[in-house]
């Protein structure tokens, strides 16, 4: 009983292969169809050149939106945009062009643009600063000679990047005289 049972699942699997590889299945039609209208002619055959301009002018004359019956009905013509007047590209042309015309990507471009500006204005705390401080004060009592003093304080702080260190310099000098 065993045995028959082997025979009969080998058959059946052979049955099975043959069976498929008989059959031929496409993704596609395997004829292609033309894409567009051809007109045939008296005979009953296909032109070699189909007749596209009297289909294309029927079309337009059919499709005369200037006598629409809604007078509320938007304008769908595209600002900015000339249809009479085609210009050829090349891939790379257009992708090019598609990709400076693009919204998103300008944003995109905008905000790499004001980060590094935010990264530059926070590197600017390393930047070293000068400072100069003059002061002039005169004071007089009465019945004597008064006294003018002089001082001029300045110095250069730097931070630094590496290490976080900071240098500080600073030259202090005044004056008294009569």
């Known amino acids: 009983m065993k045995n028959l049972l082997y025979t009969f699942w080998l058959c059946c699997c052979f049955a099975t292969v043959i069976g498929f590889s008989n059959v031929e299945v496409y993704a596609q039609d395997a004829e292609p169809k033309p894409q567009i209208a051809v007109k045939t002619l008296e005979t009953g055959e296909k032109s070699s050149k189909p007749e596209i301009e009297p289909l294309i002018t029927k079309i337009k004359e059919s499709a005369d939106f200037s006598t629409t019956s809604n007078l509320n009905a938007p304008n769908l013509n595209r600002v900015g945009i000339q249809t009479t007047q085609t210009v050829p590209l090349s891939l790379n042309e257009a992708i090019r062009k598609a990709l400076e015309n693009n919204n998103n990507i300008e944003v995109a ?69 009569n």
């Open 109 to 177: 471009r905008d905000d790499v643009r004001f980060q590094e500006t935010q990264l530059r204005s926070l590197l600017g705390a390393y930047d070293p600063v000068l400072s100069v401080t003059p002061n002039f004060s005169r004071s007089s009592s009465t019945g004597s000679d008064g006294s003018n003093d002089f001082r001029v304080d300045a110095g250069v702080n730097k931070l630094f990047e590496r290490g976080g260190g900071s240098i500080n310099t600073f030259f202090n000098n005044s004056q008294t005289g």
